[in-house]
């Protein structure tokens, strides 16, 4: 068959073209352009418009050529459409089982848990962190429903919890709340929280059969609650709850009066950055300002019209008991947290300065603390006994050199120095006084010179200083500091920080 097309014969090999035999073969080379850089995911405008577009982030060529916004629809860079639709869709059914989870639980809780779990909810920030929580509580009480009784066997020990439950007016169940002590130790402990002498009852109150309890057991029921806390806290995580955030200055309330402060700072500084971290508070104006002096005149006729409100057995100027004097202690506490920022000299009500009121309620709290001792004597007291001194010496000790103070500073000192057998902290508490007022270049009062002897401090005392308590903060502490470099805000001064500083001087002299 003849074909009218020119026969293509091979390319001759120039360099053998003078060698006999078949031409070697060549290597393959490709040809054509050089393919372009692929794109997994094009920004929505180029998409749109169905232009090319290099992926660049954050702003593609296309869009920075001609200056317009850049958005894509993916975050992740090297994830395609198709592979964020698929995560996106496992990710909403990861949550809606989770949901139908915490819709099993709300059914099958008991009408108080489940009102509970509610409230839970309601603070909760979103669904699921409230699911964990719920789920991390649930094993906690199944948990502690396994643990075996860490007292059984013993026949003393059973023996006062027996005695506690019928003798206790409530009749309670430890468990699955606490593995700690049995339902009759609980069950006194929650009674007398109740209907010890009336109805209003004091903190750390111990109770008979507890110390029986800790010498039978050999370890204080305190510790033990207090370790069972700490593991409730872990239980919690970080979930931020006002409950939880008082419950951890509670905890450094604790330690700090103690005085072991240092191993209690992280309680006050995990309930301080709880408290922020729930954002509860606007912001104040600065103090001193008009509409914060309103705010706080406000705040402090509120106080006292609740006080004047209370009924006549809650009265410590009516019914004088344990409980209604240490009502009265918190209640100026409170007063004096209201006026304490403020310049003293700050006309707060009617012709009364702040420094008129602070020195009054310096008065009141150290009479009424006095009248206690004369009356039911220092047995069993309250920490508060030491809180409401604590707040006297301070609000006085800027004022030393003013004679009218002079008795009730020695009074108030004296009341201090019968409370260091009990509370630790107390023993700090005059020696930062007097490192104070050596400070500040005032005289100590003679009259009150006798409960400043002998304090002692060594340098193996210097390791847990009290670094959660505050002393005022004058001029001449503020030099003192400047000095070693170290700035001071706030309206106080870390008693620890000058307590040291003071004591370290007198150690090296």
């Given at each position: 068959m003849n074909s009218n097309f020119r026969s293509i014969l091979p390319h001759a090999n120039s360099q053998s073209s003078g060698s006999s035999g078949p031409p070697l073969p060549q290597p393959y080379r490709p040809t054509g352009r050089t393919p372009r850089q692929l794109t997994l995911v094009a920004c929505a405008r180029c998409r749109r418009g169905k232009s090319k577009c290099d992926g660049d982030r954050p702003v593609c060529g296309s869009c920075r050529r001609k200056k317009t916004a850049c958005v894509y629809d993916v975050a992740e860079t090297n994830t395609t459409r198709a592979m964020a639709a698929r995560q996106q869709q496992a990710n909403q059914r990861l949550e809606n089982e989770q949901l139908h989870e915490l819709f099993g639980i709300l059914r099958t809780l008991p009408h108080a848990d489940a009102h509970a779990a509610l409230d839970q909810l309601r603070t909760a920030d979103n669904a699921l962190s409230a699911l964990r929580s719920l789920k991390g509580s649930q094993l906690m009480i199944h948990r502690l429903d396994e643990f075996p009784d860490p007292h059984a066997g013993n026949l003393r020990l059973e023996a006062i919890d027996r005695g506690a439950l019928v003798d206790s007016p409530f009749k309670l169940e430890a468990r699955p709340w606490t593995t700690v002590a049995g339902s009759g130790i609980v069950s006194e402990l929650i009674s007398s929280f109740f209907t010890w002498d009336a109805s209003f009852f004091y903190p750390f109150y111990t109770s008979r059969r507890v110390k029986s309890f800790d010498g039978v057991s050999g370890r204080k029921l305190g510790a033990q609650f207090l370790d069972e806390a700490n593991k409730w806290l872990e239980i919690e995580g970080q979930r931020s709850t006002l409950l939880t955030?008082?419950?951890?200055?509670?905890?450094?309330?604790?330690?700090?009066?103690?005085?072991?402060?240092?191993?209690?700072?992280?309680?006050?500084?995990?309930?301080?950055?709880?408290?922020?971290?729930?954002?509860?508070?606007?912001?104040?104006?600065?103090?001193?300002?008009?509409?914060?002096?309103a705010t706080r005149r406000q705040l402090h006729r509120k106080v006292t019209q609740w006080r004047v409100a209370l009924p006549e057995h809650l009265r410590e100027d009516i019914n004088f008991t344990p409980q209604t004097c240490f009502l009265r202690v918190y209640m100026d506490e409170v007063l004096v947290s209201i006026l304490r920022p403020l310049d003293p000299t700050v006309s707060f009500l009617d012709d009364l300065t702040v420094k008129d009121i602070c020195l009054g309620l310096a008065y009141t709290d150290t009479s009424y603390i006095m009248r206690y001792i004369k009356e039911v004597t220092l047995r069993d007291y309250s920490c508060v006994v030491l809180c409401g001194l604590y707040n006297a010496l301070f609000t006085m000790a800027p004022y030393l050199g003013d004679h009218a103070i002079h008795q009730l500073f020695a009074e108030t000192s004296y009341l201090m120095r019968q409370t260091a057998r009990d509370f630790p902290m107390a023993s700090f508490i005059p020696q930062a006084i007097e490192a104070f007022a050596w400070t500040a270049n005032l005289p100590l009062p003679i009259a009150a010179a006798p409960y400043f002897e002998d304090l002692g401090m060594t340098k193996q005392e210097l390791q847990d200083l009290p670094l959660g308590f505050a002393l005022p903060k004058t001029n001449e502490i503020r030099d003192i500091f400047m000095r070693e470099g170290q700035e001071l805000s706030g309206v106080a001064v870390d008693m620890g920080k000058l307590l040291s500083r003071w004591c370290a001087l007198s150690l090296d002299e």
């Open positions: 955030a008082q419950g951890l200055a509670l905890l450094f309330t604790l330690y700090a009066y103690r005085g072991l402060d240092r191993a209690g700072m992280m309680y006050r500084f995990a309930a301080t950055e709880m408290f922020h971290r729930l954002d509860l508070e606007d912001r104040f104006e600065a103090a001193d300002s008009e509409l914060d002096l």
